[in-house]
């Protein structure tokens, strides 16, 4: 009689740019910041992919089960302190913000925990532009400690990558967050913290995370949507007709701050005139949805079939016809699309699918329907 032989199949589960952050109420009062409602659906999406036909093999075998959190998973931008949003960010008050959301989301950080508590499962972690803090050590130790069963720190089971902005698996896969590929939003792996002229270690900030904080969490106290639209530029157009007081403003003060924070860095000598043209030349396109930048990485890396990004919150599977695929994950939070091509409001709880073989993999794009709920959340 010839033994069982276990599967060498793997999966990887790629969802990103979930942001949460401190919970529906923080400080006492509702959180117009909390962009994430959708607990209990992740609750059973991770319990999902970590039992049954997820648990083990018919032999007893554990089944290799990977979830990957790409990026924007924490949104730290979001979690103010004292009221107060800061670009200025100490490992301290890292540490605060941590603490706040995992206080907002407790169900998901027991499910994480009993995720990575099962035979043959890891939680890996990547930094995305919205959850940069995780650049600082005790940061990472105390998300690590959290979620590993045994609170341990280095961990087995737990992994928070900050010191490279990819993950590269067999059959040709890839996994980055994206934001790399844009000036206003790339962060610097080399040297995050700025440790000079300072009595502590502050987070590096690019551009856009600066904007976050100063511009767009000011203004949605005003219109709790501002952040959810794409693309912004057909909403500052649809604005400037509809509801003209406010778009002047938003687009004022985004115009002043932008000018500020990168003549400041400039003359500061932490950027150059390039860098700012960059950001501009990307800012005034259309649609940034990171296709070319999949297809320019997929045709100068002959070892990679598919790619995975996050970031755009716009969810892509897109295969070209020499067999070369990208996907976005898209966004576990609501968007009001004005691109023809999905025109309304939108909530989709997509995911990236991976099984590896050998030296082969299948990838796709999925969306998690969840288990039946008799009433949820309002959401606009």
């Known amino acids: 009689m010839l033994e069982s032989v276990p599967s060498q199949k793997k999966y990887k589960i ?5 942001h949460l952050s401190a919970g529906r109420f923080f400080e006492g009062r509702a959180n117009p910041h909390e962009d994430f409602l959708n607990d209990d659906d992740m609750v059973y999406f991770f319990d999902h992919f970590s039992t049954g036909t997820y648990g083990n093999h018919l032999d007893g075998s554990p089944v290799d089960v990977e979830l990957i959190l790409n ?7 979001n979690v103010p302190i004292q009221g107060e949003f800061e670009e200025s960010v100490t490992e301290s008050m890292a540490l605060l913000k941590t603490e706040a959301i995992m206080k907002g989301h407790p169900k998901v950080m027991l499910a994480l925990r009993r995720f990575a508590s099962r035979p043959g499962k890891k939680l890996t972690y990547l930094v995305g532009n919205h959850d940069a803090e995780l650049f600082f050590p005790l940061v990472r130790e105390r998300i690590t400690r959290e979620w590993d069963p045994d609170g341990k720190f280095p961990s087995e089971k737990v992994e928070v990558v900050a010191d490279r902005d990819r993950l590269t698996y067999e059959g040709g896969v890839e996994v980055r967050h ?3 590929f844009e000036a206003g939003n790339a962060m610097d792996f080399d040297e ?3 440790v000079d002229f300072v009595d502590e270690p502050i987070l590096k900030m690019p551009w856009g995370s600066i904007y976050v904080i100063k511009i767009i969490n000011r203004m949605k106290w005003e219109r709790s949507y501002v952040d959810k639209v794409r693309p912004v530029k057909v909403f500052a157009l649809f604005g400037l007709i509809l509801d003209p007081w406010f778009t002047v403003r938003f687009l004022a003060l985004s115009l002043y701050y932008f000018l500020k924070t990168r003549i400041a860095l400039i003359m500061q000598g932490r950027s150059k005139w390039g860098a700012t043209i960059e950001i501009l030349r990307q800012e005034t396109q259309l649609f940034r949805d990171l296709e070319d930048e999949a297809r320019e990485l997929l045709d100068v890396r002959p070892d990679l079939r598919t790619v995975i990004f996050g970031h755009t919150h716009r969810p892509m599977d897109k295969v070209w016809p020499d067999g070369k695929q990208y996907i976005n994950t898209g966004t576990w939070t609501r968007m009001i699309n004005l691109d023809w091509s999905g025109l309304g409001q939108h909530l989709r709880r997509t995911f990236a699918f991976v099984e590896i073989d050998g030296m082969t993999s299948r990838c796709e794009l999925r969306e998690w329907v969840g288990e039946y709920q008799p009433h949820r ?3 606009i």
């Not at 790629?14 to 979930?18: F, G």
């Not at 990026?71 to 931008?77: I, N, Q, S, T």
């Open 14 to 18: 790629v969802i990103s740019d979930c």
């Open 71 to 77: 990026g924007d998973y924490f949104d730290y931008l």
């Open 178 to 180: 994206g934001n790399q």
């Open 377 to 379: 959340n309002f959401q």
């Open 192 to 194: 995050p913290l700025l």
